[in-house]
Structures are given as C-alpha cells and as structure tokens.
C-alpha cells in the first residue's frame, strides 16, 4: 500500500483521486481494527469498552460509507476522524486512553496536510497550536496537559516536514516525468493492465510457456481481458500518430469490440509477455488512417511498474509505414528481378535454340541443297539479329539507369525508317503516301523505337499495322496503329515502365521495349505516348522538324 501511495504522488493530477482512496481505505481498516482491539480487550477483561469502541467505530462508519457511495475524499476522512477522535476522549477518555488518542490526532493532522496545496504555513500553524491545547481539554492538569500538548504539535509539525519533502520531491519527480512525456516527440501511452492480468491468471492456471496458445484458442478471454486494460495517459505526439483529436476518446477502459482481426495478435503478445513476466515487448500493429488506407504502428512496450503485478508499462509509438511501404517495394522489385531473369532466359533460349539447332544442321549436312543451306542461313541470321535486339534493349537500359546514353542528331525521315525497320522484320506496314518532314533524331535510336513499336504490335495487336505521319509546330509525328484489342484501362499508365508485359498470354517478354523506347524519344527531346482510338491502339513518336533550333546533343544525366 505504500508503493502504490507513493506512486501515487508521482502520478498526475488525474490520479490524485487514486491517492484519496488509498488513504480512505487504511483509514477504514484502521479504524475498524482499533474498534476491535477495544472491544477484545474489553471483553477479556470484563470491564465492557463499548464506549471506548465508539470513536474508532464512528470514524470506520465514516470513510466506509465513503468507500461504498465511491466518493472516497481524504481530506474529509481525516477531517472527520480527527473531530471524531478529539470529541471521543474529551468525553469518554482517560489515562488509559491518551497515548492512542494523542497519536492518533498527530497522524491524521499530517497526512491532512499531504492534501493541503494553499497556504500551508497557515494550516501548518494551526493545526500545530490545535494540537497543543486540545490536551487541556481532555481534563488534565495544566502542566501535563501542555507537556502532551507540545509532545503532540511538535511531533506534528516534525511529521509534517518530513511528509512535506517527501511530498515535494515526488511532485517534482512528477512534473518532470510530465514534461518528459507530455511535451516528448516519441509517441507514449502509459497504461494499467493489472485487471487484466488478474483476470487472466484468473482464467488461465497451466504452464506459461503455454499462456500464448491458450490466448489463441479463447479468443473470449483475450477480449474479455483488454476491456479490463485501461489507458491511463497519452502525449500530443501519440494523439498525432493514432489521429485521435481528443485524449478523452482513448483515455479509460478499452471497449471490448475495440479488438480486431488486424490487432488481435498484438493484445495476444501484450497479455502473453505480462503473464510470463517479461520487461519489454515490440509488435506492429496495423491500423486503418481518416483517409482509409492501412498504416503500421510499431508499439514497443515497457514494464514500469513500482510493485510486482502491478501491471503498468510505457508504450512507445513509431509510425513505420514507410519502412513497410519501402520493404513491400523492394520485395516487389525482387520478384520484378526474378520475373525479368526468367523472361530474358527464355525470350533469348527460343531463338538461341534455332540458332544452335540450324547451325548443327548445316554443320552435319555439308552436301545439302544450296537453296536449303541459303535459306538455313538466312533463318540464323534472322535468329541471331533477334538475340542483338534483345540484348541492344538490355544494355540501353541499363546505361539509361545510369545516365551513359548519348544520341548524335542527324536529319532523319522517319517513313522510311519505319520502312527499313518493318522490311528488316518481316513485318507488313501499310505506309501513308505522305512523307512527313526530317526530323533532328539519331537514325540508330529511331530505328530502335521503331523496332520494338512494331514488335509490341505483332506480339500483342491485331493483324493489321498501318502508320500515319503529319507535323505539330515544331514537330513531326508518325503513329503506328493496330486492330488489336489494346491495353485494358487500367494498365494504360504502366505500359511504359519497365518490365511491363502485356495480358494476353504472350510469355517470354522481357518487358522493356516500350520504356526504352519512351526514354529514348525523350532523349532525342521527342516524345511516345498511347492511346485507345476506335478499334485501334494508337503509338504515337513525336520528334523535332529540322527546321527547328535544334539543342546540344543530350545524355540521359543532362534529362531534368
């Protein structure tokens, strides 16, 4: 009782109202017992002390009627039972009774001043001279009565100082330990979860090593046992991470259906690490923000309790959404990586494998028709020119992540590029009769633009390629459509990341034809966008006419 009475003072002033009923309650046990002890004695001595009870009995009736209406106050407690104690041996006292009565007045004269805030000296003053007349009262000799009078106001007044610097270092203790915690940019809650343990331990009797897989199988209990858990205060800074604007809303018991399925297994690890008596505990806790997304709140808490089962702790708050965000990212970037790995094996296996199985044949056969061998070797050229585009796209990209690629601007027509690329890939292009004008472009880059349009077309579009040409100010654009059934709405952003793959079953895309193809027309101050036209997907390169005032040669480190 005296840790938590001394806890008590530490605490703010909120809790103030717990120290009342701390001293309501020893007063109550006390008076209760000093009734008794009267009444024993008079009962073995068979003098009969029923009176002598009645002043000890009086003041128990008082702090208990207290204790069950629930407005234990101490100051009034004392303030009654030191009326009570006085008026009894003033009328029922004698010399048998003195010392009891006189220690009992010094006791509850100092723990009253514990409640005194204002003009202290005062009351101090006061109730010190009180002490040192109420003796004369009693009906004993003048001097007697004065040497108890100065017995009992200087051992009042020796109480009082000593209780008052207790008094004094713990509130200072406890305004430090506010400031601390109140005005400290570490989000804290400082909580009571002693109900909560009694009611577990209450519930739950095996093994500890075990507290964790009954919690999981009785759901009810862990419930039931946070609604016991009280929070007892919370800074500004954990308001802010939990966006509560109102302390009062988190302050108090939990209310069972606060539990969910997201926080279940935090309130299991909370309840688990008190029963088995750990220090410390850490879990993130996922929770849904005003604006309906999932944040992570990683919630490390602290035993801080002045007594054992106590059940107090200090919980640190940290918002680590971001880590989590961070972390899914790289996780997702790992299994982009996988994906690309897998997708580069095999978009470079299949015409690798032609390329080795044509060259054996020829290899074997060197008697073979020289029309066959021909076409062979036109078969592992094609092949052969496929694995260099593939790995021309791979080291573009790469040198784009790290800002080395450079392009040398020259007049370019891009129908006939276009030309060129689709005949170099056997693709059908149906070409507009107008040419558009030259345009300032790296013939290499272009070409290569080109190349993974008409590509993406052939793998994803429909049957039919057609291009259209025409100028914008200062620049000329070339679209390449198709009949296909284009990009579902919902994916249009993402074409032109990189690893991006179509939807339509085609396997084996490494996925970074359109983003090079995008980075590279922006290099060349161009620019690639898509659209859904009608029927058609629509690519659209735009590039800067000649005519234009061309800028100096760029690099991907100079692009803003």
Same mark, same amino acid.
């Given at each position: 009782?005296?840790?938590?009475?001394?806890?008590?003072?530490?605490?703010?002033?909120?809790?103030?109202?717990?120290?009342?009923?701390?001293?309501?309650?020893?007063?109550?046990?006390?008076?209760?017992?000093?009734?008794?002890?009267?009444?024993?004695?008079?009962?073995?001595?068979?003098?009969?002390?029923?009176? $002598?009870? *009645?002043?000890?009995?009086? %003041?128990?009736?008082?702090? *208990?009627?207290?204790?069950?209406?629930?407005?234990?106050?101490?100051?009034?407690?004392?303030?009654?039972?030191?009326?009570?104690?006085?008026?009894?041996?003033?009328?029922?006292?004698?010399? *048998?009774?003195?010392?009891?009565?006189?220690?009992?007045?010094?006791?509850?004269?100092?723990?009253?001043?514990?409640?005194?805030?204002?003009?202290?000296?005062?009351?101090? %003053?006061?109730?010190?001279?009180?002490?040192?007349?109420?003796?004369?009262?009693?009906?004993?000799?003048?001097?007697?009565?004065?040497?108890?009078?100065?017995?009992?106001?200087?051992?009042?007044?020796? *109480?009082?100082?000593?209780?008052?610097?207790?008094?004094?270092?713990?509130?200072?203790?406890?305004?430090?330990?506010?400031?601390?915690?109140?005005?400290?940019?570490?989000?804290?809650?400082? !909580?009571?979860?002693?109900?909560?343990?009694?009611?577990?331990?209450?519930?739950?009797? =095996?093994?500890?090593?075990?507290?964790?897989?009954?919690?999981?199988?009785?759901?009810?209990?862990?419930?039931?046992?946070?609604?016991?858990?009280?929070?007892?205060?919370?800074?500004?800074?954990?308001?802010?991470?939990?966006?509560?604007?109102?302390?009062? @809303?988190?302050?108090?018991?939990?209310?069972?259906?606060?539990?969910?399925?997201?926080?279940?297994?935090?309130?299991?690890?909370?309840?688990?690490?008190?029963?088995?008596?750990?220090?410390?505990?850490?879990?993130?806790?996922?929770?849904?923000?005003?604006?309906?997304?999932?944040?992570?709140?990683?919630?490390?808490?602290?035993?801080?309790?002045?007594?054992?089962?106590?059940?107090?702790?200090?919980? /640190?708050?940290?918002?680590?959404?971001?880590?989590? !965000?961070?972390?899914?990212?790289?996780?997702?970037?790992?299994?982009?990586?996988?994906?690309?790995? /897998?997708?580069?094996?095999?978009?470079?296996?299949?015409?690798?494998?032609?390329?080795?199985?044509?060259?054996?044949?020829?290899?074997?056969?060197?008697?073979?028709?020289?029309? !066959?061998?021909?076409?062979?070797?036109?078969?592992?050229?094609?092949?052969?020119? $496929?694995?260099?585009?593939?790995?021309?796209?791979?080291?573009?990209?790469?040198?784009?992540?790290? =800002?080395?690629?450079?392009?040398?601007?020259?007049?370019?027509?891009?129908?006939?590029?276009?030309?060129?690329?689709?005949?170099?890939?056997?693709?059908?292009?149906?070409?507009?009769?107008?040419?558009?004008?030259?345009? /300032?472009?790296?013939?290499?880059?272009?070409?290569?633009?080109?190349?993974?349009?008409?590509?993406?077309?052939?793998?994803?579009?429909?049957?039919?390629?057609?291009?259209?040409?025409?100028?914008?100010?200062?620049? %000329?654009?070339? $679209?390449?459509?198709?009949?296909?059934?284009?990009?579902?709405?919902?994916?249009?952003?993402?074409?032109?990341?990189?690893?991006?793959?179509?939807?339509?079953?085609?396997? =084996?895309?490494? =996925?970074?034809?359109?983003?090079? /193809?995008?980075?590279?027309?922006?290099?060349?101050?161009?620019?690639?966008?898509?659209?859904?036209?009608?029927? $058609?997907?629509?690519? @659209?390169?735009?590039?800067?006419?000649?005519?234009?005032?061309?800028?100096?040669?760029?690099?991907?480190?100079?692009?803003?």
């Amino acid at each position: 009782m005296a840790l938590r009475a001394t806890h008590s003072l530490l605490a703010s002033q909120d809790e103030m109202a717990n120290l009342h009923r701390i001293v309501v309650r020893i007063g109550a046990v006390a008076s209760w017992f000093a009734a008794g002890v009267y009444l024993a004695i008079g009962i073995v001595s068979g003098e009969g002390r029923l009176i $002598e009870a *009645t002043g000890p009995l009086l %003041a128990a009736v008082l702090m *208990t009627t207290q204790i069950m209406l629930r407005r234990e106050d101490g100051g009034i407690a004392l303030l009654g039972s030191g009326l009570i104690v006085a008026l009894w041996y003033t009328i029922f006292g004698n010399e *048998t009774t003195i010392v009891p009565a006189a220690v009992s007045l010094v006791v509850i004269a100092a723990l009253g001043m514990v409640f005194v805030d204002r003009h202290r000296h005062i009351v101090s %003053a006061s109730l010190a001279i009180a002490l040192g007349l109420i003796p004369v009262l009693w009906q004993q000799m003048i001097g007697s009565g004065l040497v108890i009078g100065l017995i009992m106001a200087g051992t009042f007044l020796m *109480t009082d100082f000593i209780l008052n610097a207790v008094k004094n270092g713990a509130q200072a203790l406890n305004r430090r330990y506010e400031v601390l915690f109140r005005d400290s940019p570490t989000a804290a809650l400082e !909580e009571d979860w002693s109900e909560a343990i009694a009611y577990v331990k209450s519930e739950y009797t =095996g093994k500890r090593t075990r507290i964790r897989e009954f919690l999981h199988a009785y759901p009810a209990v862990v419930r039931n046992a946070v609604a016991r858990a009280k929070v007892i205060r919370v800074n500004d800074a954990a308001l802010e991470i939990l966006e509560i604007d109102d302390a009062a @809303k988190l302050l108090g018991y939990r209310k069972p259906d606060f539990i969910s399925e997201e926080n279940f297994e935090t309130f299991v690890s909370a309840l688990a690490s008190l029963y088995e008596g750990k220090r410390q505990w850490e879990q993130e806790v996922p929770m849904t923000s005003k604006m309906g997304k999932t944040k992570w709140i990683h919630a490390r808490a602290v035993d801080s309790s002045v007594a054992p089962d106590s059940g107090a702790m200090v919980v /640190a708050l940290a918002d680590v959404t971001h880590i989590r !965000e961070k972390n899914n990212a790289m996780e997702g970037l790992v299994r982009a990586k996988d994906d690309f790995i /897998a997708s580069v094996s095999h978009e470079i296996r299949t015409p690798l494998t032609a390329v080795i199985g044509l060259t054996s044949e020829l290899s074997e056969n060197p008697n073979m028709d020289p029309k !066959e061998r021909a076409e062979l070797t036109e078969l592992v050229a094609d092949q052969a020119a $496929e694995i260099g585009n593939i790995v021309d796209d791979l080291l573009v990209a790469a040198r784009l992540d790290r =800002g080395t690629v450079s392009v040398e601007k020259g007049s370019v027509e891009l129908s006939l590029e276009l030309q060129a690329t689709a005949e170099s890939l056997g693709v059908r292009v149906d070409l507009p009769a107008f040419r558009a004008p030259q345009v /300032a472009a790296d013939p290499r880059r272009v070409r290569q633009i080109f190349r993974n349009l008409l590509t993406n077309a052939v793998r994803y579009g429909g049957p039919r390629v057609r291009a259209l040409t025409g100028t914008a100010g200062s620049l %000329a654009w070339i $679209e390449i459509r198709d009949n296909g059934d284009g990009v579902p709405p919902e994916q249009a952003a993402q074409i032109f990341e990189p690893y991006s793959t179509g939807t339509n079953g085609v396997q =084996g895309s490494v =996925g970074l034809g359109l983003a090079v /193809a995008r980075q590279l027309a922006e290099l060349m101050d161009g620019s690639l966008s898509y659209e859904r036209n009608g029927s $058609e997907s629509v690519f @659209k390169l735009a590039l800067p006419l000649t005519e234009s005032p061309a800028r100096p040669l760029a690099s991907q480190a100079l692009r803003p």
